[in-house]
């Protein structure tokens, strides 16, 4: 579970968030709208540990545990997963050296047997296949000179073999087809269950058809200003943001 | 900042553990008395029972030295070296062995120790290894299975006792013993090194190693290889050192010769892990190296690749000079510094014939408070018609205190040449570091994957079983040292 209290952080002297609440329950897939510039992705970067955030007050407790006080890999091997909202590039790292070099590194931190190549490639073929991805993406360097949205397939891709208990999902479906919108979609729901949670950051109801999620929240001037069920996107969809900060 | 302060504890900690070869080996040593003078080279080449003409060849590159004075050019600082201070003979006290069997119990397993079994059963799968301690060949591995496809594998100073027709006729051939300062100190007192001759049409059946290691306390250390392919002959062989830690400098001033006939082909790498120094530049090898190929043949290649990590100071251009109609040079480099060190290192390809290529990639990552420079020549002469070179240099910056230089001459007197050169210099990016991070891996292993990325071009060069340990070494060098 996680359970981020009165969360405030700043760059650069400037405060971004200004109080946020928020739980997701287990099992629980909860969508972040907003405008852009609201703050959804420092949310993400915040609670994934990226350096140059300065957190100034408040709590995030992650299935009990401390999540601020964590390095990024120790949340990464406590189940944290963030898929980038612009992925990096990685030249002349390969990617299934690079997966599996993660999925070995947070087995490793959780006490677990490391995966041997072969293992490794075999689970890495299956998800490839499941996400309707070209079996080269395993052999080429991490994103370079993927299109946009091999980039997010590429993410979800590490999603699924890194197999995480929160996945902070920073709009993982601007820049998909239809058709990718779908598999990316079927991504997150076969990794729904009762030990999975994710924050869906996005801007379309589109993605919220195929991904239902139990709530949505919006995010305005760095706090949640509104909170409801799925029926809340619709609304916004129909309506925008307008008149939403001050509510 | 806090970030920051982390990472220099962990270079800190690092500095003093990183390096593992360190150690010391307790063998009964037979020295020659300290300095340098005629009678020291005598007694030298008087110890080897060498011929006349090899000691008056010796002699006549010592008063060549003597002349000389050392190379000012180089963007390196070191202080004097008292040349009158150093051993210029060590050798085990044992007689030589005549087989593995024989080999010093503790010498074989100071080379276990180091990862490099001599037990020919024990080790990596066909790789052959002569193995140079101090200033002896101890142990040559797998000579009978190479002598039956006529490769002879053995240390120089047997070549000249069993075949001195080959060694007169190509030593000093390519880097004569008045090249430079430190290759006419080579000639004057090169102790031993490998010696290597590929008949003609003969692909060697296996990798060829040498494995050097310095461990006697102030002593030069001057290894010579002199390898010869003859016409459509082929051979890959590789390098590697390592030295114990101490806190005074010493010197390795080492030669390599490699002719290339008709269409023969020679692949050198190294893997260059001599002690580099405490955090504080305290102790370390000279690497002063000349290394140079002669593609004499048509259509003869020459490769060098190295992965140069070690060393307080690398001075070294491993270079090609293309005298046969459409021969091939190339140079792959991994130069590394961190803390204290400097590298001045890169290459010379010398066009002499038409139709003549050249490949430069040079990835240099400077960390710590270490410089780091690349130098390369590419000359095109006259009679160069329709050369090529390609030149791409890389500098990775790791943290702020350090140096990234490139120096490259260009001189074109064939209008028909082609010479493209490109340069780049970067960082590691925060964003690339957290990418990671956030995937689970530590920093430490971040940075050693990103820098391996850096130099994916070059460690592709390198035959399997060592590109595995040239990653690792890079990962171990620099490990923590983020800024
Ligand atoms: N490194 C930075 N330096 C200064 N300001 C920054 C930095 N990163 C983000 N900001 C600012 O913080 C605010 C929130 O940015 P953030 O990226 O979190 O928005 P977002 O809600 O994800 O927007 P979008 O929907 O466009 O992705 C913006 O005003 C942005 O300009
Ligand atoms: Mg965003």
Known sequence: ????????????????????????????????????????????????????????????????????????????????????????????????????????????????????????????RAAIKRLSMPEDMLKRNVNVGFSGGEKKRNEILQMALLQPSLALLDETDSG???????????????????????????????????????????????????????????????????????A | MAAITETRETIDRLAESGYQYGFETAIDMDFAPKGLNEDIVRLISAKKQEPEWLLEWRLKAYRAWLTMADPAWARIMHPRIDYQDLHYYAAPRAPAPKSLDEVDPALLEMYEKLGIPLNERASLAGVAVDAVFDSVSVATTFRDSLAQVGVIFCSISEAVREHPELVRKYLGSVVPAGDNYYAALNSAVFSDGSFVYIPKGVRCPMELSTYFRINARNTGQFERTLIIAEAGASVSYLEGCTAPMRDENQLHAAVVELVAHDEASIKYSTVQNWYPGDADGKGGIYNFVTKRGACRGAKSKISWTQVETGSAITWKYPSCILQGEGSSGSFYSVALTNHRQ????????????????????????????????????????????????????????????????????????????????????????????????????????SVGLLVNGFCREVLKELPMEFAVEAQKLLAVSLEGSVG
């Open chain 1, 176 to 246: 998909l087809d239809i058709d990718a919108l779908r598999i990316v979609a079927d991504g997150v729901n076969a990794a729904r269950g009762p030990n999975f949670s994710a924050l869906v950051i996005t801007h379309y109801q589109r993605l919220l058809d195929h991904i239902v999620p139990d709530r949505v929240h919006v995010l305005a001037g760095g706090r949640i200003v509104r909170s409801g069920g799925p029926d809340l996107a619709l609304e916004l969809e129909a309506h925008g943001y307008a008149g939403l900060e001050a």
């Open chain 2, 342 to 445: 400097q590298a001045d290192t890169g290459t010379k390809m010398i066009h002499l014939a038409p139709n003549t290529t050249s490949t430069i990639v040079s990835k240099g990552i400077s960390a710590g408070h270490s410089n780091n420079t690349y130098r390369g020549l590419v000359r095109i002469m006259p009679k160069a018609r329709n050369a090529r070179n390609f030149t791409q240099c890389d500098s990775l910056l790791i943290g702020d205190q350090c140096g990234a230089h490139t120096v490259p001459y260009i001189e074109c007197r064939n209008q028909s040449a082609k010479v493209e050169h490109e340069a780049t210099t970067s960082k590691i990016a925060d964003d690339q570091l957290f990418y990671c991070r956030s995937r689970g891996l530590s920093e430490e292993d």
């Open chain 1, 1 to 124: 579970m996680l359970e981020i209290k009165n969360l405030t952080a700043s760059i650069e002297d400037k405060t971004i968030l200004n109080g946020i609440d928020l739980v997701v329950p287990d099992g629980e897939i909860h969508a972040i709208m907003g405008p852009n510039g609201a703050g959804k992705s420092t949310l993400s970067y915040v609670l994934s540990g990226r350096e140059g955030y300065e957190v100034t007050g408040g709590s995030v407790l992650f299935n009990g545990q401390d999540l601020l006080a964590m390095e990024p890999e120790a949340r990464a091997a406590a189940g944290v997963f963030l898929a980038f909202q612009y992925p990096i590039e990685l030249p002349g790292v390969g990617n299934a050296n690079f997966i599996r070099t993660a999925v070995n590194a947070v087995r490793k931190a959780r006490g677990e047997a490391e995966m041997d190549t072969v293992a490794f490639l075999k689970e890495a």
